[in-house]
């Protein structure tokens, strides 16, 4: 499995949120829902064949239903936030208005919907920035008969291989169709969960160490951090397995038998991912087990540090007080050197308790 390119400049991600403007609204209302900064939407087109490639910016009256074009086409929208431009694209293509709906809410659960001309799927790209943060970005996939559509949020992307792959002249995927390239892509964004998952296992390797060697305040505040991260990555990753399972075996025209045998290891990933996401999250919870555990275990060394040294100070005080009492008729206060002999009982004592607890190995 290749490590897939990512992109180095850093996006703005923000938290996304359900927007009020959508509640009331009819089916099929295309009303962007996410964080990210309006930005022009711009039209991306590579068409190839074994014997021809081309790739350019292209304007919406330059986009063509697949039906009129005998090369195979990778169209690439980035920005979803002017409903006005979707919707264009959307009557260009005769798309549905409930696809449309879905594919500009950056909340929409993964999912397959199958067409008659066409099949539609909406996914989550999950990579690392420049600054080891983790970026989760809508993405959707309409695989025509010779061409996908891709529409997704910004630049920043998990398709660098595929696109190099399209430029070798001698690559697998310029012999093969459409439905190739839509398993390329879908190929490519559940490789990198497998970037994503490696980065989780590291930090809980870390927090492990952590936990088990010098267990702090903080480290409770990491673990905590990381499950939710895991979770919410369970979130988008877990349904993408039964949707790769459906394209498997979909009776769907545009998808070819050779194309599902290949769709069969995308498969296999998916499986290994979705083990790998339940480990994850039971070694976190054991780990907050283990730092509970272990921050009890640290109180208790600290009590039974206090208890041997109350221990060892009892009998001391305790000679020290009755000697400290204000009685005229006590022998031991007018021996000239009582006080000597009172030093060498608290010394004895004293040994005689390390002794004893050193024995017991309470210390």
Request: with cysteine.
């Amino acid at each position: 499995m290749a490590k897939k390119n990512v992109k180095t400049s850093k996006p703005k991600v923000l938290k996304p949120f359900r927007s009020k403007s959508k509640l009331g609204e009819a089916p099929g209302a295309i009303t962007y829902i996410g964080n990210r900064e309006k930005q022009v939407t711009s039209i991306t087109a590579i068409n190839y064949d074994p014997d021809a490639y081309q790739a350019q910016k292209i304007s919406i009256p330059d986009l063509r239903p697949t039906s009129q074009t005998k090369l195979t086409s990778f169209i690439d929208v980035v920005g979803l936030a002017d409903a006005n431009t979707i919707s264009q694209i959307g009557e260009q293509f005769n798309l549905n208005n409930l696809l449309l709906e879905d594919l500009v809410d950056t909340l929409q659960r993964p999912k397959i919907d199958e067409y008659e001309d066409y099949v539609f799927g909406v996914f989550k790209m999950l990579y690392l920035d420049e600054s080891h943060q983790l970026v989760i970005e809508h993405v959707a996939m309409i695989l025509f008969e010779s061409s996908v559509l891709v529409f997704q949020e910004t630049d920043d992307d998990v398709f660098g291989e595929v696109i190099k792959r399209i430029e070798n002249k001698y690559g697998r995927i310029r012999s093969r169709g459409a439905d190739y390239l839509f398993f390329a892509l879908l190929d490519a964004i559940v490789d990198n969960y497998f970037i994503v998952l490696e980065d989780i296992k590291n930090k809980l390797e870390v927090l492990e160490d952590e936990v088990y060697n010098n267990p702090q305040k903080e480290s409770a505040r990491k673990i905590q951090y990381l499950k939710k991260e895991i979770l919410r990555i369970r979130k988008w990753i877990f349904p993408v397995k039964e949707l790769v399972n459906r394209l498997i075996h979909s009776e769907h025209p545009h998808i070819s038998k050779e194309t599902k045998l290949f769709l069969r290891d995308t498969f296999d990933h998916c499986l290994e991912i979705n083990e790998d996401l339940v480990l994850y999250r039971e070694m976190s919870t054991s780990l907050m087990e283990m730092y509970m555990t272990n921050m009890s275990n640290k109180m208790n060394e600290v009590m039974k540090v206090l208890t041997v040294i109350a221990s060892i100070f009892i009998p001391l005080t305790f000679i020290a007080g009755v000697y400290g009492m204000n009685f005229k008729n006590m022998p031991e206060l007018q021996s000239e050197n009582g006080y000597y002999y009172l030093w060498g009982i608290f010394i004895l004592i004293f040994i005689s308790l390390l002794i004893y607890f050193k024995r017991k190995d309470w210390l």
